[in-house]
């Protein structure tokens, strides 16, 4: 079993910046992979960006892919995404989740625990 509580969400005018994380607990095996989803009112959950969390290699969707970057502290079993340069279009309720493999990214099928979400709004 593995928990996952994400934090650090809010509202932000566009061009600013906000850090999520997400502290998780449980099974190690099951946190092999981690990853960052998002989903807007109306619209299907996507992949973010994602991280092996043994080898520390990530992999970002286009459409954050130099604004974004995800990363870990192993020691707090805490991930991170910093989210920079952020837009309106970001806007959307984020969510932590993990799962054994990276194999099926960004299937959401492939991720088995979820974490409740947090918020982020982008104003322009």
């Known amino acids: 079993q593995v928990q996952l509580v994400e934090s650090g969400g809010g509202s932000v005018q566009a061009g600013g910046s906000l850090r999520l994380s997400c502290v998780s607990s449980?099974?190690?095996?099951?946190?092999?992979?981690m990853g960052w989803f998002r989903q807007a009112p109306g619209k299907e959950r996507e992949g973010v960006a994602r991280?092996?969390?043994?080898?520390?290699?990530?992999l970002y969707a286009a459409s954050v892919k130099g604004r974004f970057t995800i990363s870990q502290d192993n020691a707090k079993s805490t991930l991170f995404l910093q989210m920079n340069s952020l837009k309106p279009e970001d806007t959307a309720m984020y969510y932590c989740?993990?799962?054994?493999?990276?194999?099926?990214?960004?299937?959401?099928?492939?991720?088995?625990?979820w974490g409740q979400g947090t918020q982020v709004t982008v104003s322009s």
């Open positions: 991280i092996y969390t043994n080898s520390g290699n990530t």
């Open positions: 449980g099974n190690t095996y099951s946190r092999y992979c």
């Open positions: 989740a993990a799962g054994p493999t990276c194999a099926g990214w960004p299937r959401i099928a492939s991720f088995r625990y």
